[in-house]
Every structure is written in structure tokens, then in C-alpha cells.
């Protein structure tokens, strides 16, 4: 791994990376403040970055409590504790925040379309009576409170699940006075509940959250004892699979076990409403070991990821983004032609979600019902639960075919799917590997080998290549941008087949030697291009540098970027998530300018560009499944590839590079300190432009 240097004037102190995911979060929160975004839009920001924000405290958060822990070990956990301090602090601040949104603008702007969720004191008579028959045949026969005595200890409460605690007064059936009672409330049951129509006035859409019909109903629970007090709460816990994989003779059975626990990681977070008594919260607190700094004490549901189930059952075309419809690829894959011979004769090039993720899919229908396809070879990170390209490989492999799956099993969040994707394959006869112990397969490739015959009748094996920025997942690709390239460019389809060969037989291979791989090559070759650009700099030849990634965080890689443009180089970051080096800093990084682009579509594009000279050799695009990671760099399988095709790469730049620095409606410029301003409030939009250039109305 590249050294990192100490910090000085020549190199500034790196910004901090928990603070630049919160910052990216806020960027998020603020498209839920956007007047020009339909409402039930806005809501869902609010959703995504509760979602961002439980992933934030499972994963990132929880990194850092065990960095703090590892540092204490050797007496040098102050900095530490320090910086988690002002983190913690931060989160606070932008969660108060985005109920601040949701209170004060969101739902209030929905109730003025006619949209409203009622509370228990908002219902009129009729509505409480259709709730209390809801309560009573749908959701009282799920629930099963517990009293706290020495025979009924604490239950164990899962992470990011929905309980209540309650206080009650007077006595047990045994005549005891055990006061408090925890009640789990099952995931099955719908968070958020339409009313009937014919229970609201005309135009009007109302809804009620589960937690306020349990809440109205919380003494029918008790044998009507007394509730003195109660608040719903929920604890994020750490969410990392620990398994000490060069332990395990079987990864996949490991992982398996490994689920059933996750659930019950240690304690981050505690979030109660903010009419929780002290006395409820500080038991809640000793019970998880949790200071009370990881108290969130919140003005509403714990939970607002739930309010999805209101955008999806609520009415109103207006009120969403108009439904879009990517294109097919007309020119370059006529349909009803064959995608193999198209491809054959030139690479083609797919920008999702602008272009539809189908010809990749009829690129692999194809090669399973083609009896002349021997071979298909495809990694998979993540595919998703129900997935036509994996059930199209186990059709391959049902035929007779060699398929060979490199199946990620650590793929967080995803393992469940993907160890069961595993064992549908295994049961086909596919050979399923796992990657490499200790390092993720992050790269998306496929690669397909087919018996051909050339002009002189001698038969030949062609290969035929997939390679993308994105997973392969198609409702992903209709979210986020990403390119995909398919290929039968010899060089590069060997390169590929190489990379499959290690993954399966763990053997040393030959060199790629046009794709880039982690842990291998990448690092070293994106820092030799910048050394390039910077020599170019100080030789006063053109030296520029663009590159499109979703998070910056590697030292090495910063610190060639900073002496880069203190020799002279022009350098523009577009970086959607987490960035930590500072831009701005006059004589420094002042040649470094760093905008994050948020729109409707999440950005998930990695473009690499470098040019050092006034030659067109002296230019290389690389497109790439790699963030600008140390992860990535040197713990992660991964892959880069150049577009070499002069059109190809031209295209990319005009697409995904030139736009994102011209937007003045979803970009963000990035400060020194780490903060970040809007660049404008109206102007040309980069997604905008490409959906009216690409995409079709729903």
C-alpha cells in the first residue's frame, strides 16, 4: 500500500471521512427541500437518507467505534474519541435536521395536496372504530408483550426492529408490581395503513402509522392495566458479518451461520421519540452498554425509511417524477438481429439508465440458446433476490454449457440472496467459486466463448465480453448510471478470461495487459497517470485530469492528485459521495476543483480521464468498478478497462464527464473545509439533458 505522507503546507491535512458521508447526506436532505422536486419525491429523499443514515451507523460508525477501540490498545485512542466526538455531534445534528424537513415542509406540503397521516386525536369517531378493528384482527394477534421480571429477562431486540417500551401502573395477574413491559413488533406488519376512502372527505388521502394504532390500543395489551408512560424505540446495531475466513473450511456455510446472528451485532444507536421519559431511555441505554450520546431522541417515527409504504399506495401522478423508459440502442443493436454478430463487428457502448439494461440480458439469452456458445463466465456481487440474467445461467448450465459463476458472498446486505443463487447453480452442475479469501470480487464481468469458423473453414473459439461500472442487477439500472461495454475485442476478452482463471484456480497468471486490476495493477497504474499528467504540467505541455468516481477516500491516490496540480495540472473531482481531499487551498489545491452531482438518478459511474501531451497517444479514458478506495485498491477484486475506440471514448466524455461539469442544477461545489454549496439553483441539468436525449415517457 502507498505510503501516506504527513501532513505539511505542500500536503494538507486530509478531510475526515465520517463527517464527508454525513456531509453527502446532507446534499440528499436537501433535494427534499427542492420546490421543483414533486412532493412524494421529496418524501422519498427523506426515506433514502434514513436508509443512508442506518447504513452510516451499521457499517461506517461502527468501524470507527473499533478503530477507536484498536487505537486504545495502544494508548492513542484520544485523537480518536476526538473525532468520533465531533462525528457523533454532526449526526445529531443533521438528524434533528431532517425531521425539521419532514415536520415543518414535507407533510405539510403533502396534506395541502390532500395527503395526511391522522394521529390517534385527528380521527373522528368512524375512523377510530375502522383502526380499532384493524388493531384487533390484524395486528393484536401478533404482538406479544413481555414483563420484565428475574424470570423474564430483556428480550433480545433485533437490529433496526420496531418495539415499544411501556410503564405500567397497578398490578400483575400475580399481584406483583413489575412496571415494565417491552413490546416487539413484528416485520410483517405493514408500517404504515390506508384508510377507506369512504372514511375521508372528498380528494383526500388518509393514512395512519402502526405505531399509532398500537399506541391507542397499548392497555388492550395489559389486561387494561395502566400505561403510565411508553415510547417506541429502535437500536442499530453493528451489521458486519465477522467471520475469520482463512478459518473456515466452507465460506458459504459459514456465511449462512453467520446471517442468523447479524441481527444482534453489538449496540450503536438507540432512537426513541422525543417524549420519552428519562427514566424510560437511560434503562434503555443500560440495557444496550450504550453512552448517551448514541441517544437520538426523534419528533416522530423512528423508522422513516417505512414511509415508503406511503409513496407507494399513495395516488397521485403529479406528485412523482413522470415515469421514463430507456432506449434500445437502435443503431448500434438493431433488434432482431443478432447481438453476437453486431458485437463481433464493434464494441458497443450502454449508458444506463438513459439506455435500456435489456441488451445485456438478450446478449446472455442469446449465448445460452446458441448452440456454438461452449462457455459463460460471470461474476456476480449484486443481482438481487429474483434475477433473469442468474436464472438464464442456470438454463446454460441445465444445456450443457461450462458456467463458471464467481459468486460474492460478502456482498453486505446481499449474502442471503447470494448464497442461495450459489446453491440454485451448484444444483445445476455450475461451478461456483467464491473469489479470493479475503478480498471481495467487486469487479462486473461476463464473458462468453463460442466455437466460430473463419473465411478458411478452420474452426476458432471467439470470445464475447460484458464489462461494466454497474452490478448486474436490472432494477438497479433503471436507478443508476453506470456504463456498460460490450466487446469481442481479442486483447480485452483475454485479459478477462485471465482474471476468471485466477478467481477459480487461485493460480498466478500472466499480466493483463489492457484491463487494470485490484489488487494488482490499478493503483499503481492511476498513480504512474497522474505522475504523467504532472510531468506534463511542468513541461508546460496540456496536463488535465477528470475523473467521475463515487467516493475519494484513499491516501495515495490524494496525495498524487495534490502534487499533480501543484505542478501545474487542471483537475476537476466529480465525486458523489465521500470526499477527503480539500480543494480550494491557495498555492495547494487551488488547480482542484471537486462537485458532487445529486439528482434523480443515484450516480454510480466510475470514468477515469487523463491527458499529459498533445498527442492522442498521450490521452486514456478508463472506465472502471472501482471507487477511489483503499478498500477497493488493495482489498477488492477489481477492474478497469480503456475505451480505445476514438468514437467510443468521445462519447463517454460528452456523456458522462463534459455535462457533470456544466450542471447548474443537481451539482454541489466542494469547500476546503469540507463543505458544500449548491452551484445554482436553476440551469442545465446533466441527467436532465441525457434522459431528453435517451429516454422515452413511461
Known amino acids: 500500500m502507498t ?26 436532505l436537501a433535494q427534499a427541500r427542492r420546490p421543483d422536486v414533486p412532493l412524494l419525491e421529496r418524501l422519498r429523499y427523506v426515506t433514502i437518507m434514513s436508509s443512508n443514515m442506518d447504513e452510516f451507523f451499521e457499517v461506517r460508525f461502527a468501524d470507527a467505534l473499533e478503530a477507536m477501540r484498536r487505537a486504545g490498545q495502544d494508548g492513542a485512542a484520544q485523537p480518536h474519541r476526538d473525532a468520533l466526538d465531533e462525528v457523533t455531534a454532526e449526526a445529531h445534528e443533521l438528524i434533528a435536521e431532517q425531521y425539521r424537513v419532514f415536520n415543518d415542509e414535507v407533510m405539510p406540503a403533502l396534506a395541502g395536496q390532500g395527503i395526511v397521516i391522522l394521529n390517534h386525536a385527528e380521527r373522528n369517531a368512524a375512523q377510530r372504530e375502522w383502526v380499532a378493528r384493524f388493531f384487533e384482527t390484524q395486528v393484536q394477534p401478533l404482538l406479544m408483550p413481555v414483563g420484565l421480571d428475574p424470570a423474564h429477562p430483556f428480550p433480545l431486540v433485533a437490529n433496526k426492529s420496531l418495539n415499544f417500551i411501556v410503564r405500567l401502573g397497578g398490578h400483575d395477574a400475580f399481584g406483583r408490581h413489575n412496571a415494565i413491559a417491552i413490546v416487539k413488533v413484528p416485520r410483517a406488519l405493514p408500517r404504515i395503513i390506508r384508510l377507506p376512502d369512504a372514511l375521508m372527505p372528498r380528494g383526500t388521502q388518509g393514512f395512519v402509522q402502526l405505531t399509532s394504532v398500537i399506541r391507542a390500543h397499548l ?19 453493528d451489521s458486519d458479518i465477522d467471520i475469520d475466513e482463512l478459518d473456515v473450511a466452507n465460506l458459504r456455510q459459514a456465511m449462512r451461520t453467520g446471517l442468523t446472528t447479524r441481527h444482534f451485532g453489538q449496540a450503536i444507536r438507540l432512537e426513541v421519540v422525543a417524549s420519552c421519559p428519562e ?7 443500560e440495557q444496550f452498554e450504550l453512552p448517551e450520546a448514541a441517544l437520538y431522541r426523534v419528533n416522530g417515527p423512528v423508522n422513516l425509511v417505512r414511509l415508503n409504504q406511503l409513496i407507494d399506495q399513495a395516488d397521485g401522478a403529479a406528485l412523482r417524477f413522470a415515469p421514463l423508459e430507456p432506449s434500445w440502442p437502435e443503431a448500434a443493436l438493431p433488434q432482431g438481429e443478432s447481438i ?11 449508458h444506463h439508465p438513459f439506455q435500456s439494461f435489456e441488451p445485456v440480458v438478450a446478449f446472455l439469452r442469446e449465448a445460452v440458446a446458441d448452440p456454438a456458445v461452449l462457455a459463460i463466465k460471470q461474476t456476480i456481487y449484486r443481482t438481487g433476490s429474483e434475477s433473469v440474467l442468474m436464472e438464464l445461467l442456470i438454463e446454460a448450465a441445465r444445456r450443457g454449457k461450462e458456467v463458471t459463476v464467481v459468486v460474492e458472498l460478502k456482498a453486505r446486505f446481499d449474502e442471503e440472496a447470494n448464497i442461495n443463487w450459489a446453491e440454485r447453480l451448484e444444483a445445476v452442475g455450475a461451478q461456483v467459486v467464491y473469489g479470493i479469501v479475503g478480498f471481495k470480487t467487486h469487479a462486473k464481468l461476463l464473458l462468453i466463448t463460442r466455437r466460430e469458423t473463419t473465411r478458411r473453414g478452420l474452426p476458432v473459439l471467439r470470445r464475447y465480453a460484458h464489462l461494466s461500472t454497474g452490478n448486474y442487477n436490472p432494477k438497479t439500472a433503471r436507478l443508476y448510471t453506470d456504463v456498460g ?4 475485442d481479442p486483447l480485452l476478452t483475454a485479459d478477462a478470461d485471465a482474471v476468471f482463471h485466477q478467481l477459480a484456480s487461485l493460480t498466478k497468471v500472466r499480466t493483463p495487459r489492457h484491463l ?18 504532472a510531468d506534463a504540467a511542468r513541461a508546460g505541455q496540456p496536463a488535465r485530469i477528470v475523473v467521475k468516481v463515487n467516493a475519494l477516500t484513499d ?17 476537476d473531482l466529480i465525486v458523489r459521495g465521500a470526499c477527503m481531499l480539500p480543494p480550494g487551498i491557495a498555492g495547494v489545491t487551488d488547480r482542484i476543483r471537486v462537485r458532487s ?18 498527442r492522442d497517444e498521450d490521452e486514456v479514458l478508463y472506465l472502471s468498478s472501482a471507487d477511489w478506495m483503499g478498500r477497493n485498491m488493495f482489498r477488492r477484486i477489481e477492474v478497469a478497462w480503456p475505451v480505445r475506440d476514438a468514437a467510443l471514448r468521445q462519447r463517454v466524455i460528452d456523456e458522462c464527464l463534459v455535462p457533470y461539469l456544466h450542471d447548474r442544477c443537481d451539482a454541489w461545489q466542494q469547500h476546503s473545509d469540507g463543505q458544500y454549496q449548491r452551484v445554482a439553483d436553476t440551469g442545465p441539468s446533466a441527467q436532465g439533458a441525457l434522459a431528453r436525449r435517451f429516454m422515452t415517457a413511461g
Not at 392497555?219 to 446495531?237: A, D, I, K
Not at 427514566?279 to 441505554?285: F, I, K, N, P
Not at 487494470?516 to 499528467?533: K, N, Q, W, Y
Open 219 to 237: 392497555e388492550e395489551l395489559f389486561g387494561g392495566r395502566p400505561v403510565e408512560s411508553f415510547s417506541q424505540f429502535r437500536v442499530t446495531r
Open 597 to 614: 452531482v445529486v439528482g434523480r438518478f443515484l450516480e454510480h459511474t466510475r470514468v477515469l480521464y487523463f491527458r499529459w501531451g498533445r
Open 279 to 285: 427514566e424510560l431511555w437511560r434503562l434503555l441505554l
Open 555 to 571: 491516501p495515495g491516490l490524494i496525495h498524487a492528485l495534490i502534487a499533480a496540480a501543484r505542478a501545474g495540472a487542471e483537475i
Open 485 to 488: 461495454m460490450l466487446t469481442a
Open 516 to 533: 487494470l486490476t485490484a489488487p494488482f495493477a490499478l493503483h499503481r497504474r492511476l498513480v504512474s497517470c497522474i505522475a504523467l499528467v
Open 3 to 28: 505510503d501516506v505522507p504527513e501532513a505539511s503546507p505542500e500536503m494538507p491535512a486530509l478531510l475526515n471521512r465520517e463527517r464527508a458521508i454525513l456531509e453527502f447526506n446532507r446534499r440528499v
Open 340 to 350: 453476437l454478430a453486431r458485437v463481433a463487428q464493434r464494441d458497443v457502448l450502454l
